[in-house]
C-alpha cells in the first residue's frame, strides 16, 4: 500500500492538474475539512451510542436497540430531530452572543482533530507543534461554555459556566504539564516524529514509572477538561439541571452535546498518540501493512473512551471545591515533581528502548 | 488612593429558585436559595406545591376510605401508613386483631421499608453524581413489587389494610417469593457498598456534611434514621413496638456522626435489620383468619385517638378526634418528612451547592408526605 504522505497534499496535486496553484491549495483545504467535517459527525453520533450502549451494560439495561440493527441508527435519528426543532432562547439573552457560544465549542473541536495521524502519513496538518496546537486550540472551547452560560441570562447556567471557568482552566495546567513530561523523552512536538520515535517502544513503557504517573496524571485531567463525570460540574444534573446549556435547544444545543463527544474522542486520541504509539502495532505485528494503522490507532483510542466512560458510570461527582484542590494540591505538585524525575531519567538515560 | 484590602471586594449574594421543577428536590419542592458563590447563606423551603388537602378530605371519608388517602402520602411507604390508620381506628375500637395479620402486617412493613430504602439509595447515588445506582435499586425494588402486586395487586398504593385486619389473605406463593427475595438480596447489599459506599469520592462528598447533633436532631422534632443517625434512639418499634415487633430481635441502627454518611449508613444498616425482622417471621406466620369483623359503618367512640408507625423516613403519628360519628371531627397526621425538611436550613448553611444537595437526598424527603 502506498499512501502519499499527507492527505491534503495529495488532494493538492490531484487538483492543481486541472486549476491553478493557488485555487488548488485552497480547494484541497476546503475539501479535506469538509471530509472531516462529515466524518467526525457521524462519529461523533456513534460515540454517543456507545455511550448510550455503555451506560446501559453498566446499568442492566439493553440501551438503544429500537431504530436499525443494534440500535444503530438511533443516534442519527435523534440528530434529525435535533435538526428539525425548533430553536428556543430566552427573550433577556444577549442574543449575539448566545447565537456565537455553540460554535466556538464545536470549531474548537473539530479544528483539533485537523493535526491527528491516523496511520503513516494520514494526517491533515502537520505541523511541528503538534502538541502545542492541541493545547492551545481545546482551550478555546471554554470561551464557548462561558459566552454560552453568561448570555442565556439564566442563573443557574451562569454558576455552570463559571465552574466550567475554574475548571478547565485549571485542569488545563495538568494536561499541558503531563504532555510536556512525554515531550521530555520525544524532543519533538510534532505528533508524526512523536510517533517515529516510539517505533523503539511506546512511551508508556520508555518512560516507564513517571510516564505512566503523567499517564494516570493526564487521563484525570483530560476527563476533567472535557466535562464529564466525575468532573461534570459544568451540567451537574442534579445541582444545576442542564448547567451552561440550559437554555439552548435543537442544533446549538447538538452543537454542545456533540462537542463533548468529540473532546472526548480528542482527549482519548492524544493519550494514545502521546502514550501508547499511536497508529503502531503492539510489537510491531502490521509493521508491513500501514494502512492497519487506522484500525490499531481507533482500537486503542476506543479503549481510551471505554476508560473514561467507565469512569462516567461508576463514579460519582465531586464537589466544586474538592475539584480544584485535586488539581492544585495534589494534581499540580505531582506533575512538577514528575517533570523533574522525567527529567533526571532522560539525563541518566534511565529510559527503555527496545 | 484606597488601599485595597479583602473588605474591598465585596461579594454580592444572589437569590435562586431550586424547584418546583428541579431534579434533586424529587417532587415540587421549592427550595428558595440566598447564595454567595457558591456557598449557601440561607434555604427557605416552600411548599404547597402538590397540597391535596388530604386531612381535610379526611373529616369527609369514612374510616375505611381514609385508609386509601393515605397511600397518597408518604407514596414510598404505603403500606406503613395504611397499617397507621388501621392500628389507630382499632385501637379506638378496642379491636384485637389475630396474630396472624400483626405477623403480615410487620413483614409487609418490613419489605416496603426495604423497597423504600432501595429507591432512595439510587436515588441518593444520582444525587451524588453517580448514575448508575439508580437502576441497581431499582432493580432489587422491582422484585418486593412483585410480590406485591401477586398479594395486595397493586404497586405503590397498596391498599391493603382494613381496620380490624387486612383485605385478603396473603397470595400462596407469598412466603417462597419473600425467601427468595431476601435469599437474592443478601448478596446484593454488599454490592451497593461496592458501588457507592466505599468509593473515595462519595465519602469525601458525605464525610462531614450536613451535621446534624443530637441536641438538634432532638429539639427540630426529627425522626427515623435522621434522628437516629444523629444518636438519638427513637426507633417507634423499638419503644413503642407495635404489631409484631414485640415478638422479634432487631438492632436500632444508630450512628453518632450525624453527617450524611452516617445518616447513609444507618439506612444501609436497617436494610440489614429488616431482613433479619423477615427472616425471623416469614416461616412463622401463624394459621388464622385475616380479618375480624367490624360494622359494615365504623363508628368511633367519642374521644381523641394517637397512634404511632416508624416508617421508612420516622414516626409517623396519627392523631383522630371523634365525636362519635362515621366521620372524624379531625385528622391530623405528623408526618416525618416535614420536621426532617425544617432541619435543611439549619444543617446546609456554609455548605456548597453540592453539599445541599447530598444533604438533601439523606433526609429522603417524599414530598406529597409533606404537603398532604
Known sequence: MNISLNITKTIQELLQGFMGEDSAYYGAMITVALIYLAIFAVAGLYLVLLERKVAAWFQLRLGPNRVGFWGLFQTMADALKLVSKELTGTVKADKFLYNLAPYFVIVSSLMALAVFPFTQGFQAFDINIGIFFLIAISSIGVIGILLGGWSSNNKFALIGAMRSGVQTISYELSVGLSLITMVLLTGTLQLSEIIEVQKNGWLIVQGHIPAIIAFCIYMIAGTAETNRAPFDMVEAESELGAGFHTEYSGMKFAYFFLAEFINMFIIAAIGTTIFFGGWLSPFGVTESLPWLGVFWFLAKTLILVFLMMWFRWTFPRLRVDQLLTLEWKYLLPLNLLNIVLMAIMVWLGLTIQF | ?372
Not at chain 2, 402486586?149 to 383485605?167: F, I, K, S, W
Not at chain 2, 437474592?184 to 451535621?211: C, M, S, W
Open chain 2, 1 to 372: 488612593m484606597e488601599t485595597i484590602t479583602t473588605t474591598n471586594f465585596k461579594s454580592e449574594e444572589y437569590f435562586i429558585n431550586m424547584g418546583p421543577q428541579h431534579p434533586a428536590t424529587h417532587g415540587v419542592l421549592r427550595l428558595l436559595l440566598t447564595i454567595d458563590g457558591e456557598i449557601i447563606k440561607k434555604v427557605e423551603p416552600d411548599l404547597g406545591y402538590i397540597h391535596r388537602s388530604i386531612e381535610k378530605m379526611c373529616e369527609r371519608d369514612s374510616y375505611q376510605q381514609i385508609v386509601h388517602l393515605t397511600d397518597r402520602m408518604d407514596y414510598l411507604s404505603s403500606h406503613i401508613n395504611n397499617e397507621a390508620v388501621c392500628l389507630t381506628v382499632e385501637k379506638a375500637l378496642e379491636l384485637e386483631v389475630p396474630e396472624r395479620v400483626k405477623v403480615i402486617r410487620t413483614i409487609l412493613g418490613e419489605l416496603t421499608r426495604i423497597a423504600s430504602h432501595c429507591l432512595w439509595w439510587g436515588v441518593m447515588g444520582m444525587d451524588v453524581g453517580a448514575l448508575t445506582t439508580y437502576f441497581y435499586g431499582f432493580r432489587d425494588r422491582e422484585m418486593i413489587n412483585d410480590i406485591f402486586e401477586e398479594t395486595c395487586g397493586a404497586r405503590l398504593t397498596m391498599n391493603y389494610n382494613v381496620p380490624g385486619g387486612l383485605m385478603f389473605d396473603i397470595h400462596p406463593n407469598f412466603v417462597n417469593r419473600t425467601k427468595e427475595f431476601i435469599k437474592h438480596f443478601k448478596t446484593k447489599i454488599p454490592e451497593y457498598d461496592r458501588l457507592l459506599t466505599g468509593n473515595v469520592i462519595f465519602e469525601k462528598r458525605t464525610k462531614g456534611v450536613g451535621v446534624l447533633t443530637k441536641e438538634d436532631a432532638i429539639s427540630f422534632g426529627a425522626s427515623g434514621p435522621v434522628a437516629r443517625a444523629s444518636g438519638y434512639s427513637c426507633d417507634v418499634r423499638k419503644h413503642h413496638p407495635y404489631s409484631a415487633y414485640n415478638q422479634v430481635n432487631f438492632n436500632e441502627a444508630l450512628a453518632t456522626e450525624g453527617d450524611t454518611f452516617a445518616r447513609y449508613q444507618v439506612r444501609i444498616q436497617e436494610l440489614w435489620e429488616s431482613i433479619s425482622i423477615i427472616e425471623q417471621l416469614i416461616d412463622n406466620i401463624p394459621e388464622g383468619d385475616h380479618k375480624v369483623a367490624t360494622n359494615a359503618v365504623i363508628k368511633l367512640p367519642k374521644g381523641e385517638y394517637y397512634q404511632k408507625v416508624e416508617t421508612a423516613r420516622g414516626e409517623l403519628g396519627v392523631f383522630v378526634v371523634s365525636t362519635g360519628t362515621k366521620n372524624p371531627y379531625r385528622m391530623k397526621f405528623r408526618s416525618p418528612g416535614f420536621s426532617n425538611l425544617s432541619l435543611l436550613n439549619h444543617i446546609s448553611v456554609g455548605g456548597k451547592i453540592g453539599d445541599l444537595v447530598a444533604t438533601m437526598a439523606t433526609l429522603d424527603l417524599v414530598i406529597p408526605d409533606i404537603d398532604r
